[in-house]
């Protein structure tokens, strides 16, 4: 029988949320991985771009933003950083999509790079500065190397894979389709 008195679980929570700091709920949220991409993370994917204390009873904000606009996955997203907080004591937490700087695989560190290219999808390479980024859309076909065998021989199928932000792609070299995580 629990003999602790109902407010004695909501104390202990707040002391929880008060003795961490950003920093590591930053790394407690490194448990909650992509739902569309499962050998990743929201932290390594760059879509929680920050934590900050709310101020409101000793909580967290945790501050994403989607990969897409409209992107189905964010709800999902939201609902597992909730879930995770919940599950370690922390509460309350307010996740807030932010739309004012958009996504760019850029914020996609080297590690979620590496795991894209061992998952089998081919990863973005570095965006850099492209002036004239519609012109280069438009009129050449990128080339994409192939995450199972490196060959350069590979051909678009499509602009968009399974989801919206990756494009499929056709290996010469091994004979095998593969995604292509795509830049923004």
């Given at each position: 029988?629990?003999?602790?008195?109902?407010?004695?679980?909501?104390?202990?929570?707040?002391?929880?949320?008060?003795?961490?700091?950003?920093?590591?709920?930053?790394?407690?949220?490194?448990?909650?991985?992509?739902?569309?991409?499962?050998?990743?993370?929201?932290?390594?994917?760059?879509?929680?771009?920050?934590?900050?204390?709310?101020g409101q009873e000793a909580g967290f904000r945790v501050v994403i933003t989607p990969t897409y606009s409209g992107c189905p996955a964010m709800n999902a997203i939201e609902q597992a950083?909730?879930?995770?907080?919940?599950?370690?004591?922390?509460?309350?937490?307010?996740?807030?999509?932010?739309?004012?700087?958009?996504?760019?695989?850029?914020?996609?560190?080297?590690?979620?790079?590496?795991?894209?290219?061992?998952?089998?999808?081919?990863?973005?390479?570095?965006?850099?500065?492209?002036?004239?980024?519609l012109s280069t859309l438009k009129s050449s076909q990128k080339i994409v190397p192939c995450p199972f065998c490196d060959s350069l021989e590979t051909e678009l199928r499509s602009e968009?894979?399974?989801?919206?932000?990756?494009?499929?792609?056709?290996?010469?070299?091994?004979?095998?389709?593969?995604?292509?995580?795509?830049?923004?």
């Amino acid at each position: 029988m629990n003999n602790q008195h109902p407010d004695a679980s909501a104390s202990t929570r707040k002391e929880n949320s008060e003795a961490l700091s950003e920093q590591e709920v930053m790394m407690l949220l490194e448990e909650v991985t992509d739902p569309e991409i499962p050998v990743l993370n929201v932290v390594e994917m760059g879509i929680v771009r920050r934590v900050e204390k709310s101020g409101q009873e000793a909580g967290f904000r945790v501050v994403i933003t989607p990969t897409y606009s409209g992107c189905p996955a964010m709800n999902a997203i939201e609902q597992a950083i909730l879930e995770k907080m919940m599950e370690k004591g922390i509460r309350p937490v307010d996740v807030v999509t932010d739309h004012r700087e958009p996504w760019t695989t850029d914020w996609m560190t080297s590690e979620a790079k590496r795991k894209l290219k061992e998952y089998g999808i081919a990863p973005p390479p570095p965006t850099g500065d492209d002036s004239d980024f519609l012109s280069t859309l438009k009129s050449s076909q990128k080339i994409v190397p192939c995450p199972f065998c490196d060959s350069l021989e590979t051909e678009l199928r499509s602009e968009f894979g399974s989801t919206a932000c990756k494009s499929l792609y056709y290996c010469h070299g091994c004979s095998q389709p593969f995604e292509h995580f795509k830049c923004i």
